[in-house]
């Protein structure tokens, strides 16, 4: 093993020019090399006294990456989260709380440690971040990062520009090194423990301190630089014991300098990874879905139902509101075709009185484009935006794009619909379902001009107030087809939003997340059991939810399972909790509140579908039920804690019954507006019937918990506090309690140990 001094003086390099050889990488040890060939006068006694005075072993040097898949001198492998090749960024919320991690190791026994380095959509490192062993025996790190900073604001919101700044493709590198000081402490403490070979080891670790404090990388100031070259001299003090002389090197204040501004030998940095940051309610969002047609909707003397428009509809604003919602989703507003029309449930034939399906678009009157007349003009539907916007709540406008067979685009685009033999349109078909009264577009013909069309479409609403859309079917459209409109619409309007109603395959869910669907419908009205729900809750809630942001609901206009239907009130509540706080995005389709639960005999959705038809409804019920002040209670709690925003801290907690299932949130403290670790722990019984008890297991030490004693829980719904440990005893009857949503109530020492345990 070549020594330091002897690896500096056959490359006529000093200690710093060494250092930042070291640093700099291959075109500056290039330049050295090259000097280093010159004929060179000899070394005057000022310039020797220069040169390093202690000796040890050469440290670990960069070697060049020239071409991907060149490993450098430390080996970083299997970066997470990645997916297609790094084909499609990562997305986060802005602010939001997430994971990466990577294997970082080198050769033989050398130690090595890892950072996590995050640069903005301009370049700037934002953040040097040490990362923790996850696995040793995998050399696994990890680290939680955020990128800007977590916000409330909407689009129209005073100050949202300097949030629209911070949004964009973010990068995270990760940097590995030698841990020089680490392996030599570790071996070090065993030679002067068995008094082997203690000289040459406090020898070199002398030198390795004098040469941290000439290190550029290590970022020292200069009462940083005197306690390592003071360290590194009283070590060479062979008057003194081999222990005392190791205790200079082997304390808290080198430990400190250790985990603050390491010696980083070798170093070595990966690829760039992107992560696109959106904004906010991209991630975290709570829907709130009403037809406008039955706000306000009332019962004449004649006995006709009278239906509501824009100006009533503001009730169902204000509802959401009250509820705690922040976004409002409406089923298409257009106006709704004649022929075929469908009559209640899906009919084939409707009355005269009967008012359609709003996914029947397009009449005489106009397409996508425009209003129904029934509901308004164009400037009620901006009103009604601006009254949404004041109350704080966005608007999201369904966007089905299938035509009425009355439809302008029939006439005025026949090539953009497909014909059958005999020269009719085709209408929409999912044998046996038929929907005559629904003509689904071609994309084979025209993809382009049905672009554009459908680009001039959504920038008309979104001047008109709408910042969200969520889209209808759309994995019955090509993919790439949505890729293009999507991108766009947001080069023009970056806030927009969308949300993918695809119920469907998911290779084909997951390739529309990649095409720019910010959120999507998904499987969870049909995950009911304890095993199915955990499987659900990690695949939600893990690497997936880097590229997938499901959104839980546990009905829509289309979906009524039978857990809800035939399970009342508590299966209910049962569902509100599990969708508020197993996923940052939830969302209630309006009703729910009065268990509208009366399910068709021939379809797993409601009777008297509100699809085909105006709802009266007596909103005061809702007080005597109980949902409304649940749901409010919810909305509540995710607002107070930030634990609730992620898609990457869930943590299944084991439950001894399979009817309970548990869960723990956990936001670090570095990433909370108080600076303190916000952890929620949610208890749900899954059986709407009957009493379930269990035991609940908490990994203390995992979390972060304390582990000598009890810690105090308080129920964020009830207001009930106990104390817990590692096992505990839960008791929920869903006549009384169908859940608990515990939050960890520490005081300020137990959370900073609680934070050192998470260092």
């Known amino acids: 093993m070549r020594t330091f001094l002897a690896y500096a003086r056959c490359r006529n390099v000093s200690d710093e020019k060494f250092h930042t050889m070291n640093r700099y990488g291959s075109t500056t040890e290039r330049k050295y090399r090259k000097k280093a060939t010159r004929t060179r006068k000899p070394r005057t006694a000022r310039q020797t006294s220069k040169l390093p005075t202690f000796v040890g072993e050469a440290p670990a040097t960069p070697i060049p990456v020239k071409e991907a898949g060149q490993f450098g001198r430390i080996n970083i492998l299997n970066f997470k989260p990645t997916a297609e090749d790094g084909v499609y960024a990562a997305r986060v919320e802005i602010g939001e709380q997430f994971t990466v991690s990577a294997q970082v190791f080198m050769e033989g026994r050398a130690k090595v440690g890892a950072t996590a380095v995050l640069k903005n959509p301009r370049g700037r490192i934002m953040a040097r971040v040490p990362m923790q062993v996850e696995n040793a025996g995998l050399d696994l790190y990890t680290v939680n990062l955020q990128a800007g900073e977590h916000s409330t604001l909407a689009p129209w919101d005073e100050g949202f520009d300097d949030v629209k700044k911070q949004l964009g493709n973010w990068k995270v590198a990760i940097e590995g090194w030698e841990d020089s000081y680490g392996a030599w402490l570790h071996d070090a403490r065993i030679k002067v423990d068995v008094d082997s070979d203690v000289e040459n080891t406090l020898t070199s670790g002398a030198e390795m301190l004098g040469r941290w404090a000439g290190t550029r990388d290590s970022n020292l100031d200069a009462a940083q630089r005197k306690t390592l070259r003071d360290a590194a001299k009283q070590m060479m003090d062979t008057t003194l014991d081999a222990k005392t002389r190791l205790g200079f090197a082997d304390n808290a204040e080198i430990e400190a300098l250790h985990e603050s501004n390491p010696l980083r030998d070798g170093l070595t940095q990966s690829a760039d990874h992107v992560f696109h940051v959106e904004r906010p309610k991209s991630s975290f969002a709570a829907w709130y879905q009403f037809f406008p047609r039955s706000e306000g909707a009332y019962i004449d003397e004649n006995g006709k139902k009278v239906q509501g428009n824009f100006h009533t509809a503001v009730s169902g604003l204000e509802r959401a509101k009250a509820e705690g919602f922040n976004i409002v989703y409406l089923p298409p507003i257009f106006p709704i075709g004649v022929t075929n029309r469908k009559g209640p449930d899906g009919a084939l034939h409707a009355g005269p009185d009967d008012p359609g399906s709003p996914f029947g678009i397009g009449s005489e009157l106009g397409g996508h484009d425009t209003v129904d007349p029934l509901l308004g003009t164009m400037d009620d539907f901006k009103a009604f935006c601006q009254r949404a916007h004041e109350l704080g709540l966005e608007v999201a406008l369904d966007f089905a794009l299938q035509c009425s067979p009355d439809h302008p685009w029939v006439k005025e685009h026949p090539n953009w619909f497909r014909t059958k033999p005999d020269g009719s349109i085709a209408y929409a ?331």
Not at 463 to 480: M, Y
Not at 546 to 571: E, S
Not at 668 to 676: E, H, L, M
Not at 741 to 754: M, T
Request: charged content about 25%.
């Open 429 to 759: 078909e999912n044998p046996p379902k038929k929907y005559q009264d629904i003509y689904p577009i071609d994309f084979d013909n025209d993809l382009e001009g049905i672009e554009h069309e459908v680009e001039r479409i959504m920038n008309l609403w979104i001047d008109a107030g709408v910042t969200i859309f969520r889209v209808d079917n759309p994995h019955t459209k090509p993919v790439r087809f949505w890729q293009d409109v999507l991108a766009a619409v947001t080069k023009k309007h970056p806030e927009v939003l969308f949300l993918a109603e695809a119920f469907t395959r998911p290779a084909m869910v997951r390739a529309l997340s990649y095409a720019g669907f910010t959120q999507s419908h998904c499987y969870f009205p049909w995950r009911n059991t304890r095993e199915e729900l955990e499987q659900f809750l990690q695949e939600t809630n893990g690497e997936g939810g880097f590229y997938q942001h499901n959104t839980f609901w546990p009905t829509t206009p289309d979906i009524l399972t039978a857990y809800v239907r035939d399970g009342g009130v508590a299966a209910h509540a049962i569902r509100a909790v599990l969708a508020a706080l197993g996923s940052p995005s939830w969302g209630i389709y309006n009703g729910y509140e009065l268990i509208e639960n009366s399910q068709r005999s021939d379809a797993e959705e409601q009777s008297q579908n509100e699809k085909f038809e105006i709802k009266v409804r007596d909103w005061s019920a809702a007080d005597k039920i109980g949902i409304s002040e649940l749901l409010t209670s919810l909305n509540d709690i995710r607002s107070k804690h930030v634990a609730t925003t992620s898609y990457h801290n869930l943590t299944i907690l084991p439950s001894a019954n399979g009817n309970v299932l548990a869960f723990a949130r956990q936001t670090d403290a570095q990433f909370t507006p108080d600076g303190k670790t916000d952890t929620l722990i949610v208890v749900v019984n899954l059986d709407p019937f009957n009493q379930q008890q269990s035991s609940i297991h908490v990994d203390a030490e995992a979390l972060g918990l304390p582990t000598d004693h009890p810690y105090h829980v308080k129920d964020q719904l009830t207001g009930r506090e106990y104390d817990w440990s590692w096992d505990n005893f839960v008791s929920l009857a869903p006549w009384a309690d169908v859940a608990h949503v515990f939050h960890v109530e520490l005081d300020d020492d137990a959370d900073a140990d609680s934070d050192e345990a998470n260092e």
